[in-house]
């Protein structure tokens, strides 16, 4: 929870710093007396919080392999949403890439003897996340702030909660500590940041492959470095996964191309 309100503490400072830069504080006034908005981003900023307090604890309890497990699943949680939420239409590849993943799931959870609750928590919970930032009226400085304006308050009160109680570890822990918790407020808002700049000018299927280097990134460090244990058994239902991907990407590049095929093929009128 320590690690949870420091990161909401820093990644607002870092935000707030942006924002006095560029002076853009209008939206602020804008979105006061919007309680729908402020609604949405209530429930945006606590999907957030789920999803960044069980990666945390994943990672400190020796769980990497399952969230990143929980990262590969979430573009294809995305495209869930998209059908059932947005009525948008799937394609052959794109069910058969659910159809796998679906599989992947349950061969775990046969293998586990329990669901893969951090995987699907991770996954759905930004999934959502997603989707509510999609169709959100604020742009992604505007919203990340919002968000982590909301989450402050109670992240103020974990903090001196563990004060009181002689538990903290800012910023009475040794100076590494110290400036470890100082750091997760960038280093969390930049790449949030980075993404949503990204996504306005890459191509929706090389935003997809690069959202999986992170994923990738978490497993190699999860099996190599952390050395944590990874039953063969288990490479058959991330193998289900990978492969789900495998198609989503292809049948991605393929739209694409098609698309582009197109617009190149429609006669220009001067």
């Known amino acids: 929870m320590e690690v949870l309100a420091h990161r909401v503490f820093w990644s607002l400072a870092f935000l707030l710093a942006i924002l006095a830069v560029r002076r853009q504080w209008a939206w602020l006034r804008a979105v006061a007396g919007q309680p729908r908005v402020l609604g949405a981003f209530l429930a945006s900023a606590i999907l957030l919080s789920i999803n960044w307090i069980t990666y945390i604890w994943s990672v400190n309890n020796g ?135 990204g996504a306005r000018r890459l191509s929706l299927v090389t935003l997809g492959v690069l959202q999986y280097l992170s994923p990738t990134l978490q497993f190699m460090l999860g099996v190599w470095v952390f050395h944590e244990p990874f039953a063969p058994a288990r490479l058959v239902g991330f193998g289900l996964i990978w492969a789900a991907l495998i198609l989503y990407t292809v049948d991605g590049w393929r739209t694409s191309r098609r698309a582009g095929l197109a617009v190149a093929a429609t006669p220009q009128i001067n």
């Open 63 to 197: 769980h990497v392999v399952d969230a990143s497990l929980g990262y590969f699943m979430t573009p294809l949680v995305s495209v869930a949403l998209g059908y059932t939420v947005l009525k948008e239409r799937l394609r052959r590849l794109q069910w058969i890439a659910l159809g796998l993943a679906v599989l992947g799931v349950v061969w775990l959870t046969m293998q586990a003897g329990r669901l893969p609750w951090i995987a699907l928590v991770l996954a759905s919970s930004f999934g959502v996340y997603g989707l509510l930032r999609k169709v959100a009226v604020l742009g992604p400085l505007e919203g990340l702030t919002l968000e982590t304006l909301i989450l402050a308050p109670p992240a103020a009160l974990a903090v001196f909660w563990l004060a009181s109680h002689g538990q903290a570890a800012f910023p009475t822990g040794d100076t590494a500590t110290d400036w470890w918790l100082v750091g997760v407020g960038p280093t969390t808002a930049a790449p949030l940041l980075l993404f949503a700049a």
